[in-house]
């Protein structure tokens, strides 16, 4: 299995406060991605890295930055969260060497903002 | 834009029984991939295959097969005398070759319930 870890793995936060949402990986790939998962949707792009401090915004990108300091880490940070935010977000990797390889996907993180 | 349609919702099957989730993209492009994925219960997303589509080929993995047709802008993934173990939510996915990596759009997935 692909080193992806995500924590926490469940939150449950208050309207308005800031959240922020990690991902580890420990095979040095060079694209890592946040997706929020809601029923119907199916996994919607927040936001993505291409590289160390090289973001760019996804489909729903809208509440949500991202850091990405080092290869190994990126952060998802919700700045005030809203009740509209609660969903189930994974975090996934993809290997550089190969273009448009499969991704690889962490476990999730169930967030709910009551 | 792209996007990928799954208009089953839900399908419930009685083991052993056939069953073929339907998939249909829509992209510019002309050189794009094509992916599933597994969800069981626990929550983890299971790769289970990636297409080219430059590659028409219908592929056969044990008890799964996929069927690619461009005409029809369609990748249909059949499971073969299902099992209870099948039951999940599957997901269709498409990734066009010129974006960031592997940025993908997904359908909106179909649970499977295999009864025993």
């Known amino acids: 299995d692909a080193g992806i870890t995500q924590s926490p793995r469940h939150k449950v936060t208050e309207t308005g406060t800031p959240v922020t949402l990690r991902c580890h990986q420990t095979e040095n790939h060079r694209y890592m991605y946040w997706y929020r998962q809601d029923p119907g949707h199916g996994l919607r792009l927040i936001h993505y890295?291409?590289?160390?401090?090289?973001?760019d915004k996804g489909e729903v990108s809208d509440g949500y930055s991202v850091s990405r300091s080092k290869t190994e880490d990126f952060l998802l940070t919700l700045e005030s969260a809203t009740s509209s935010q609660t969903s189930v977000y994974f975090c996934?990797?993809?290997?550089?060497?190969?273009?448009?390889?499969?991704?690889?996907f962490g476990q999730g993180t169930r967030l709910t903002v009551v | 834009a792209q996007k990928v349609t799954q208009a089953q919702t839900e399908i419930s099957v009685v083991e052993k029984e056939d069953v073929t989730l339907d998939c249909v993209y829509e992209?510019?492009?002309?050189?794009?991939?094509l992916f599933w994925y597994k969800q069981p219960p626990s929550g983890e997303l299971v790769f289970l295959i990636r297409?080219?589509?430059?590659?028409?080929q219908n592929e056969i993995s044990g008890r799964y097969s996929w069927n690619f047709q461009k005409s029809t802008s369609s990748f249909n993934f059949t499971i073969t005398a299902s099992q209870v173990v099948d039951s999940a939510v599957y997901f269709c996915?498409?990734?066009?070759?010129?974006?960031?990596?592997?940025?993908?759009?997904f359908g909106g997935g179909t649970r499977l319930m295999v009864k025993p």
């Open positions: 996934a990797i993809s290997d550089p060497g190969g273009l448009n390889t499969e991704a690889f």
């Open positions: 297409r080219n589509s430059f590659d028409e």
């Open positions: 992209t510019r492009d002309t050189t794009y991939y």
């Open positions: 996915a498409l990734s066009e070759v010129n974006n960031a990596g592997n940025m993908l759009t």
């Open positions: 890295s291409y590289g160390v401090k090289d973001t």
